[in-house]
């Protein structure tokens, strides 16, 4: 059985150049990727994208994604791993959301440099390379906002 996994390299991902770096820590972690895309993020798309994470934390949030992301381009993928794990497993590997707390070996705890403390402090989104979905309800909405809305993927 083949499970599925989305991640979304963010603009900070990008500047450093560490897209590949990143998609190949997923390919030795025995993930297949399945499907690349590319977004210029517009107002919309981030606020949908971030709905949930906006209802919780206010119009603060709100402000920094829009200032921090809208007018960027980020690439989301697609990945798959055999088993029933794949999310799971994919967060494991891409580490905590602060990368200050983030484990060595995981991709935040290894290449970003940044943390929740400076980013709260400088009014800015934390530079932490990637987003990962977090359920599967999350990776089904994810996956049709990034990609068509009409994609299927296989069940394998």
């Known amino acids: ?8 390299m963010k603009p900070d ?10 998609i190949q820590r997923f ?4 993930y297949k990727i399945e499907m690349v895309g590319y977004k210029e993020v517009t107002t919309d798309l981030i ?9 919780k934390l206010g119009d603060w949030f709100k402000d920094i994604v829009i200032k921090d ?9 697609i990945i798959s791993q055999k088993g029933e794990n ?8 891409t580490g905590a959301t602060d990368p200050s707390v983030a484990a060595p070996g995981t991709i935040r705890g290894d290449l970003s440099k ?12 934390c530079y932490n390379l990637l987003h990962c979905s977090d359920s599967t309800e999350s990776f089904q909405r994810e996956l049709k906002l ?9 069940e394998d």
């Open 86 to 93: 794949a999310i799971a497993n994919a967060r494991e590997l």
């Open 13 to 22: 991902a990008l500047k450093a150049e560490l897209v590949e770096t990143i």
């Open 146 to 154: 990034w990609f068509n809305p009409e994609i299927e993927l296989a």
């Open 114 to 125: 940044d943390s929740m403390e400076a980013a709260n402090r400088e009014n800015r989104s």
């Open 69 to 77: 992301f809208v007018g960027y381009g980020m690439i989301p993928v």
């Open 27 to 30: 390919i030795q972690n025995n």
């Open 1 to 8: 059985m083949k499970d599925y996994a989305l991640i979304i």
């Open 47 to 55: 606020l949908t994208h971030y709905a949930e994470v906006t209802e």
